[in-house]
């Protein structure tokens, strides 16, 4: 990484991203370890935000970076549903899904992986598509009965994420997972996004939502956390909600061979550039 010249690296960072004297810091940090970057919420919904994410992207795998992109879908599932006149119920966050509404997210997932795939080889760089389809890499069982085609992840064959980080492209992975009897399963995208980064021993999980990490009582950012205060900040309901599983998934991915997950918000330019490239981060990191 570090044999880029300072032209090159100039070349390759957006003007208002971070600058070139950090970038060059943070450059041997990062030497081929694995990036997983989750994105959801806005930032695949709003175009602005989304051709800023595929260009950051673009932007790390350029300097050097193995970036493994998981992604959600789920306003684009609900929009289809509502299309064909079917209702999306849930429970705890998840979408109840019958054998229908199964084919339906496997089909609107796979042409979104497809389109992202598309959009991150505009940009010069070459991606792999992953879904059930196409590469199928996530095992998965049933949650239970109650949400129907609705999956945890029991296995993940990484050999084929890191064969293709080897053709240098970036696997683009869509939370589908498949059992032994052929079965597809909807995962949720975190829960996806950190099984792949704990079989890989990611240096880095950066989950892209519609927050700006964890936010304290005066609704300040707080920049890091641990289990330890993560537990304080839930008992003193500065943690609330849907944010309680979120950061439980965040400290049980820290704990088992991931350095650290980070919270940050998708809506922010450049967000991934300044948590990875930068002193002052963006969001909250979460380590064990």
């Known amino acids: 990484m570090s044999s880029l010249s300072d032209a090159e690296i100039n070349s390759i960072i957006p003007k208002s991203g971070p600058s070139i004297e950090q970038v060059k810091k943070y450059l041997e940090k990062y030497n081929d370890e694995y990036i997983v970057i989750k994105c959801g919420g806005s930032v695949l919904t709003n175009p ?65 992986n497809h389109e992202i795939v598309k959009s991150l080889e505009q940009t010069g760089i070459k991606a792999q598509q992953f879904t059930s389809k196409d590469n199928s890499i996530i095992e998965a069982t049933k949650e239970n009965d109650e949400l129907g085609y609705v999956g945890l992840p029991t296995n993940v064959e990484n050999s084929k994420i890191q064969d293709t980080i080897k053709a240098d492209r970036i696997p683009v992975i869509a939370p589908l997972g498949k059992d032994n009897q052929d079965n597809i399963y909807n995962i949720n995208a975190d829960t996806a996004a950190g099984a792949i980064a704990k079989s890989l021993n990611a240096r880095r999980l950066l989950i892209l939502s519609d927050v700006e990490g964890v936010l304290n009582k005066e609704s300040e950012l707080i920049s890091e956390i641990n289990s330890v205060t993560s537990e304080e900040l ?55």
């Open 48 to 112: 602005d935000l989304y051709n800023h994410l595929i260009n950051d992207i673009s932007t790390l795998r350029k300097l050097g970076f193995n970036p493994v992109i998981i992604h959600g879908g789920g306003k684009r599932i609900t929009e289809k549903l509502k299309e064909l006149d079917i209702e999306s119920k849930f429970i705890n966050g998840l979408r109840i899904t019958d054998e229908k509404i199964i084919t339906i997210v496997e089909s609107v997932l796979s042409n979104f």
């Open 234 to 288: 839930i008992q003193k309901e500065v943690i609330t909600g849907g944010m309680i599983p979120k950061i439980n998934n965040c400290l049980d991915v820290a704990s088992n061979g991931v350095k650290g997950v980070c919270i940050i918000d998708g809506r922010k330019p450049h967000s991934v550039l300044f948590e990875l490239l930068s002193d002052q981060g963006s969001g909250t990191l979460i380590r064990k």
